[in-house]
């Protein structure tokens, strides 16, 4: 990753969010997006892959920035 885009994050979490913060609103982000996903009656405009990708790397931000699960 380039040396700049790191330094924009830490800097993102060091002045406008708290890292464990973050996780929280993530994991409720990924929760919240399957809920409604299995509720669509029709998903054939849904792209699956793209959920499943993007589920897949908040996880692991989630895990890098709070490795803990929410209460």
């Known amino acids: 990753m ?3 885009v ?3 994050m830490e ?9 464990v913060e973050l ?3 993530l994991r409720r982000f990924k929760v919240e997006t399957i809920k409604m ?3 669509m009656e029709n998903t054939d405009g ?7 990708d993007g589920y897949y ?4 931000i989630c895990e ?3 490795p803990q699960l929410e209460d």
């Open 2 to 4: 380039e040396k700049e």
């Open 23 to 25: 996780a929280k609103r």
């Open 64 to 66: 890098i920035l709070d």
């Open 57 to 60: 790397y908040i996880t692991e």
């Open 46 to 52: 849904v792209r699956m892959d793209w959920i499943s």
């Open 11 to 19: 800097k993102y979490l060091e002045q406008q969010i708290y890292a």
């Open 6 to 8: 790191i330094k924009k």
């Open 37 to 39: 996903i299995l509720e």
